[in-house]
């Protein structure tokens, strides 16, 4: 089952992903992870779009392990 949240990183950058937290460790463990922008239209609207988070074309696995302090918060995404 997926578990995907909107994760805002220390360095201001938004990504939405599957998210997976071990306690233990201190990691958190994002798979897919994709950035999240927002972008203002000349007609003053803006749209929010996505892009890869990770250099997809060179690497093996689409996912990252994070550090817990890292991570500013969490949030579930509107349905």
Known sequence: MDNVKIIRL????????N??????????HVNRPML????RLPTGKSVMMMGPWLPVELIQSNSASLYVQDILTVVSPRQ
């Open 36 to 39: 999240l922008f927002f972008k």
């Open 10 to 17: 220390q360095s201001g950058e938004d990504i939405i992903a």
């Open 19 to 28: 998210y997976k937290e071990d306690d233990e460790s201190g990691i958190v």
